[in-house]
């Protein structure tokens, strides 16, 4: 099982790689919220400074890459689909859940180089965290990732149409984003976002960010955040691998 997913993880790296111009654009993107975007923040901040702003734009930027940066790994899948190299997979000897995992792997990779990235800059530019609320932040991005890549794989096998799963995922994201507080604190939103933003998994992630980078250990949505995102991400790998079984039957 740990061979072949790791098999599987190292050929969809050499691709990922192979041209280094796209993960470079996908590490660059959040950077430049960060030095572009998070000032903006200052007015809404206790303190009014660009530190404040970063401390609360920082945790949102880090959540806004686990999803966004993994939802649409989907795609390739779906290309792999339509050349019947995922059907050539499937009847190799090799452990079938490893072809979904190896992808879901690679995102996680990603997603590391990304984070370090991004915590390098956002130091750079005055923010502190502890040690311990760092590892929880990677901890609970990673839980997060780890959601949007199945549940993007488990799409691509179910839907298996780039059009279909495009139009899905764009009805979809800016509603997430906005009752989030990615950009702009829930706070500071209407009552009636207020009111329906807990029933979005991703405001739990963001507030539980947020709160990590504050040093409020003790927070109630640390807790609510990991317990929501494990228990997503163990649902959909399950599902996208057995996405996988039912193509491959």
Do not use: C
């Not at 779906?78 to 452990?95: H, K």
Request: aromatic share 10%; net charge positive; no cysteine.
């Amino acid at each position: 099982m740990i061979r072949h997913t790791a098999l599987f993880t190292g050929y969809e790296l050499k691709k990922s790689f192979s041209n280094p111009i796209w993960p470079l654009f996908g590490i660059l993107q959040p950077v430049l919220y960060l030095v572009m975007f998070a000032p903006l923040l200052k007015t809404m901040t206790p303190g009014g400074t660009t530190v404040d702003a970063l401390r609360m734009f920082t945790p949102a930027a880090m959540m806004m890459i686990a999803v966004f940066g993994s939802m649409f790994s989907g795609f390739g899948l779906i290309a792999e689909l339509r050349g019947g190299s995922i059907e050539r997979y499937a009847v190799s000897p090799a452990w079938r859940p490893a072809i979904v995992l190896g992808r879901v792997a690679k995102d996680m990779v990603q997603l590391v180089l990304q984070a370090i990235l991004v915590l390098i800059v956002a130091i750079a530019m005055g923010v502190r965290i502890g040690a311990v609320e760092l590892v929880l932040v990677l901890l609970l991005m990673a839980a997060t990732g780890l959601f949007a890549s199945s549940l993007s794989q488990g799409l691509a096998l179910t839907i298996r149409d780039e059009n279909g799963m495009s139009q899905t995922l764009n009805l979809f994201m800016l509603p997430i984003m906005l009752l989030a507080g990615l950009f702009v604190p829930i706070s500071f939103a209407p009552e009636w976002m207020k009111a329906i933003a807990p029933v979005n998994p991703l405001y739990h992630a963001v507030e539980a960010g947020r709160a990590l980078f504050a040093g409020q250990l003790s927070d109630s949505s640390i807790p609510i955040a990991f317990a929501v995102f494990i228990v997503l991400a163990v649902v959909t790998t399950i599902w996208s691998m057995r996405s996988l079984g039912k193509i491959a039957g």
